[in-house]
């Protein structure tokens, strides 16, 4: 059980790696901006499989937070994508 | 292991297949409509799977209406995030979405080139 959550883990942590490579290459903003929006939502599984891994429940809490914030984050940037094109 | 725990853990496994289905999608796919299409729709599919999972392992009733929540919430915010930033760069000068190529019947190319990734870089 506790290897099977591991190796869950270790590809939540690969797909974060990899969704870094795009939030890094870009080449817009905008692609920047979905990768971190899918690179907070592999926190909020992450988050998740933590909790059943240590048997924390509390860690379900950080995880809407965490989902929180990153859609307050998304539209802000959608704002400043869309106020910078109308100058 | 009891069948509870069978079934959670093959919802978190089912969840973390979609976000890695999501993941190459958005390093593979051609231009950023085609990546957002990929990271919306795979990716709350798998973090709603994964969401589930964990909370069906942990079995009590605080933490499913916490993971309920944390379902509901996501489905709520990743379509509205998605259109934004969609509709922002949309209305930034992006070139339109290529139209469908016309119809085998029409062509009689069994192989149509792909169509060209949009130009998204007005947005920047």
Known sequence: ?87 | MTAQHGVAMALASAGVFFCLVAVVGILRLPDLFTRMHAASKAGTLGTVCTVLGAALFLGEWGVGVRGVLIIIFMLLTAPVAAHMIARAVYTAGATAPPRFPPSRNATADANPPAPPPCDTSAAD
């Open chain 1, 1 to 87: 059980m506790t290897v099977l959550l591991d190796s869950l883990l270790a590809l939540l942590l690969l797909a974060v790696g990899l969704a870094s490579v795009r939030l890094g290459r870009g080449p817009s903003l905008a692609d920047r901006v979905v990768a971190l929006d899918v690179i907070s939502a592999l926190a909020v599984a992450l988050l998740a499989l933590a909790a059943v891994r240590q048997r924390l429940p509390v860690l379900l809490d950080a995880a809407l937070l965490v989902s929180l914030v990153s859609f307050v984050g998304t539209v802000a940037f959608a704002r400043l994508i869309e106020r910078r094109s109308d100058r």
